[in-house]
């Protein structure tokens, strides 16, 4: 680096600084000018800084690496027969379905083939004993408000109509201390100085810069956009100065972003209660993660009525409405990959073909078992290999002879932590939730019923290599361990109990076909700028939790992305067509 460069990145520094304030690019300007000026220490201290800077102020546009670099290839015309389609999406998970809905509006022939007998990945309901409904996951849905992503995809495919929301209620319980957190959040911030008078004085200036950092971060969502709108070159070169609060946080974790106003570590745990809504990193989760999370209390969440499957429902109806062809019951084996380019899918019952195939499928999974490593360079099956799963769950269900008290998803840290030695774990937070409770028409009436979430690696593997008798005796174990857990969490509900069953990593990933049974899909790290939207195949396009994040709202965004690579070109051919 020359002299002249080494001065101006300094100069740059300083302005970025003075800008945001960020606090730790004022300690790293410092230590820069207290080393001797042009030794090769304060040099490659500078160029890693201002590296550092430049990529998170670039963080909004998407960059892709030059391998993935390629032009869709879209037919003159919608192919005929009924093994040819414009575009083939694999899974129908929230993000599936986005992409799904958004191409066959736009005039593309569609087939979304989904491995499960029913529609919607993550987003749908189960029965049991043929009166129970159960969620396989999804219990409240964010971006709903009037900028949310999932609220212009409903508005825009008319979908508004065909949904009911219930109104998610969030608690706290630490030992024996239990908050019903209030409904909004300036009531929230409120209740909160009054319980930590101590803290005051950082509660509202913290809760004043994630609101202030949120609003930036959802500046670049506009009515009737799914994805965010791409930063303008004037943006994206003053970006810290039009952003600065989400700017200084984009390199924060939650914890150091706390840290700077909050003190008392039960303050910290209740303001942190959603944490294991995106993963199990706690205070280590990235400021710029949690910030959606906001939403949940500024938007609200919301259940839909009936269960998430009615969501996935109601878009594969419009979806077929579309004229989109959509089959459950079918698994890909594998997408047809010829000369880097992809063509089809191989599916147990048929082959499928399209010049553009959007998978929904973890990604790992995806590049390893349905594309096949063979077809990647060794730099990106490297790539691949380092896609790591996020965390999983032992997920109890069970109904009771009575309602259960509370509608609200309910974070519960135990004063003590509950030893588990006979599956290995010390289990200081659990989450529970009762859908029943919410919603009666998921159960008889009269009856309870209860979901409690205990986080725990994914490691499929390790539950598939037991014996049927080992793992049934894990059952036993865990049944055993719900039992002292149900207890705590109230006791006189553990004496209505009437039935109950217990899912681990491996349930998860026979029915979420996830690697390693993980729940939210691969673990997602934005800093990695990996998966991407486009793969390294000609004609291959990635969505859901992988790609963009775990959540629905994420899961949106994601199949919003896919399909903006490709809509376009349908939406002129239609036009062509017409004229
Ligand atoms: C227990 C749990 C609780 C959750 N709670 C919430 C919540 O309250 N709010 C929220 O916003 N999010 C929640 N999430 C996360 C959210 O549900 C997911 O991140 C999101 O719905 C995932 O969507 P997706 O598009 O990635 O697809 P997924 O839901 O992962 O669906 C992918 C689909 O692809 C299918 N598939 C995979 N491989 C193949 C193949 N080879 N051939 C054909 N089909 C295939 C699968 O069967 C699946 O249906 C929860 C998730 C879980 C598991």
């Given at each position: ?15 970025a600084a003075e800008l945001t304030g960020d606090a730790r690019l004022k300690a790293a300007l410092s230590m820069i000018q207290l080393m001797p000026a042009g030794s090769p220490q304060q040099k490659g201290m500078v160029a890693e800084v201002y590296r550092q800077v430049k990529e ?463 729940i939210y899909n691969i673990r997602f790290d934005k800093d990695r700028k990996f998966p991407n939207t486009n793969a390294p195949i000609q004609g291959l396009y990635l969505c859901g939790a992988g790609v963009h994040g775990p959540g629905v709202e994420a899961v949106v965004i994601s ?21």
């Open positions: 680096m020359s002299k002249d460069q080494l001065l101006e990145q300094i100069e740059f520094l300083k302005q998170a102020m670039n963080g909004y546009s998407q960059a892709s690496a030059p391998e993935l670099e390629w032009e869709p290839t879209i037919l003159p015309q919608a192919p005929e027969g009924d093994d040819q389609y414009d575009v083939i999406i694999i899974g129908s998970g929230m993000g599936g379905l986005t992409a799904g809905l958004e191409l066959a509006s736009a005039g593309a022939k569609v087939l979304i083939l989904e491995a499960h007998y029913t529609f919607g990945g993550a987003a749908h309901n189960y029965m049991r004993k043929g009166k129970y409904t159960f969620d396989a996951g999804v219990e409240t849905v964010s971006g709903l408000g009037h900028l949310g992503s999932v609220n212009h995809f409903l508005k825009r495919h008319d979908l508004w109509n065909d949904i009911e929301l219930l109104k998610t209620s969030f608690h706290f319980r630490m030992g024996s201390r239990y908050v019903a957190i209030p409904n909004t959040l300036e009531d929230w911030i409120e209740d909160l100085c009054q319980r930590y008078p101590n803290d005051a004085e950082g509660i509202r200036p913290f809760f004043q810069t994630a609101i202030t950092a949120y609003e930036e971060k959802y500046s670049f969502f506009e009515p009737d956009r799914i994805t965010p709108r791409p930063p303008t070159d004037e943006e994206k070169m003053s970006y810290a100065q039009l952003h600065p609060n989400n700017y200084r946080l984009m390199t924060t974790t939650w914890g150091e972003f706390m840290g700077e106003y909050l003190k008392d570590p039960a303050l910290r745990k209740e303001v942190s209660l959603l944490t294991h809504f995106i993963g199990d990193r706690n205070e280590d989760t990235p400021t710029s993660d949690m910030l959606p999370l906001l939403g949940y209390f500024i938007v609200g969440g919301y259940r839909i009525k009936g269960g998430s499957a009615k969501l996935a429902n109601a878009l594969i109806s419009k979806f077929r409405e579309y004229g989109g062809v959509a089959r459950h019951s079918v698994t890909v084996n594998k997408v047809i990959i010829e000369n880097g380019v992809a063509k089809g899918v191989e599916t147990e019952k048929g082959t499928f073909y399209a010049p553009i195939v959007i998978s929904n499928v973890d990604p790992r999974l995806l590049y390893e078992n349905l594309v096949g490593l063979e077809n990647l360079t060794e730099d990106y099956q490297a790539k691949v290999a380092t896609l790591e799963p996020s965390m999983s769950a032992f997920i109890f269900q069970g109904v009771f002879s009575k309602p259960f008290p509370t509608d609200a998803i309910v974070t519960y840290y135990f004063d003590e932590p509950v030893e588990a030695p006979e599956i290995g774990m010390t289990i200081g937070r659990c989450s529970y939730v009762s859908a029943g409770t919410h919603d009666p028409e998921l159960l008889p009436d009269g009856e309870g019923q209860l979901t409690i979430n205990l986080n725990y690696p994914a490691d499929a593997d390790k539950f598939a290599a037991m014996s049927k008798e080992e793992y049934a005796e894990l059952k036993e174990k865990l049944d055993g361990v719900f039992m002292k857990l149900l207890r705590k969490i109230d006791p006189d509900m553990a004496d209505h109990l009437l039935w109950f069953e217990i899912s681990t990593p491996k349930t998860a990933r026979q029915y979420l076909r996830t690697y390693q049974g993980s199949g919003g992305y896919a399909s903006e690579k490709v809509k376009s070109h349908f939406e002129a051919r239609r036009e062509a067509a017409v004229k």
